[in-house]
């Protein structure tokens, strides 16, 4: 299997990723997710502003499959906390992200992901957060 | 507008139930296609994370004394167990420290018991340029009582 049969393995997993139209780029072993423009997107339509909801998701969601391409065995990672900063309005066009992991430990991994949309060096959001990586314990 | 929601909101199915001075509730139906893990069935994390930020901006605006559009600046949120596959979500937030333009604002997601929740969240907006241009006087009065009548049992809410 590669590792874009992986990527697009773990996205088929995520209904919510592909109802918002989340696709994926291969580069070297570098994942980036796009998010697709489309009007549904929109939080505030005077300002033409993406919804701060949308780009939070689509953070979490890029730190999720990056995660799960390191993970062995491999239940889909769950966010346990997330912080999010909106640096710049979502734009209506296309956006980017790509993840970091800051620390894989045996349950939890810590991620930073950064999207962007004309510019990688002009990010529009940053998430940092913990994820579990592991199975739920059997209660 | 901003009661009526956005269109993202619309997109997945966000229903208005209540607002107030400081204070939102908004609530989300379940639906397959939100689902974050097909295996589970449990919504998406990032679903969440919307329906919280539109809760708690719509409290933040509720909180100015004009009229005014925010931007979140930060959010966090804490996911306390996985939403259980069906149940209809209910957001509450609270602005509970407003400056000229900016609102700090806590919220929480919950399917009917607030204390056995979903999800929390903090968050702090700021009032946008276009925000700070517009507003007139006794707008937001008018506002308030232009809208719509608040449900009375929300969809999921025990009663």
């Known amino acids: ?139 | 507008m901003f009661v009526e929601g956005t269109p993202h909101g619309a997109m997945l199915g966000i229903k208005f139930v209540a607002i107030d001075i400081d204070r939102a509730t908004l609530s989300l139906p379940y639906d397959k296609k939100l689902v974050g893990n097909k295996e589970t069935g449990v919504l998406h994390g990032g679903v969440l994370t919307t329906l919280l930020d539109q809760a708690c901006g719509l409290a933040a605006i509720a909180s100015f004394k004009e009229m005014m559009a925010v931007a979140t600046l930060d959010l966090r949120i804490d996911y306390m167990r996985a939403a259980e596959p069906g149940k209809t979500i209910i957001a509450e937030a609270h602005a509970y420290k407003t400056t000229k333009h900016i609102a700090f604002v806590r919220g929480i997601a919950h399917e009917g018991d607030v204390n056995d929740p979903v999800a929390t969240s903090q968050a702090s907006f700021m009032t946008t340029a276009m925000g700070r241009k517009s507003p007139k006087k006794g707008d937001r009065q008018k506002a308030i009582q232009e809208l719509p009548k608040p449900a009375s049992n929300p969809e999921g809410q025990k009663a």
């Open chain 1, 1 to 139: 299997m590669t590792t874009m049969d992986q990527i697009n393995e773990a996205l088929s997993q995520i209904p919510y990723a592909g109802e918002i139209g989340i696709k994926s780029l291969l580069m070297g072993d570098e994942l980036t997710l796009i998010l697709p423009y489309k009007p549904e997107l929109i939080g505030n339509p005077i300002l033409q502003a993406m919804h701060g909801g949308v780009v939070g998701a689509f953070l979490e969601t890029t730190a999720m499959v990056q995660l799960w391409l390191m993970g062995d065995p491999k239940p889909l990672p769950k966010p346990i906390s997330i912080n999010i900063d909106f640096l710049r309005r979502g734009r209506p066009q296309d956006t980017y992200a790509r993840a970091t992991v800051g620390r894989q430990g045996s349950r939890v991994a810590n991620v930073r992901v950064q999207a962007w949309q004309e510019n990688v060096r002009n990010p529009i959001s940053i998430l940092h957060g913990n994820f579990l990586t592991a199975a739920d314990p059997k209660p």
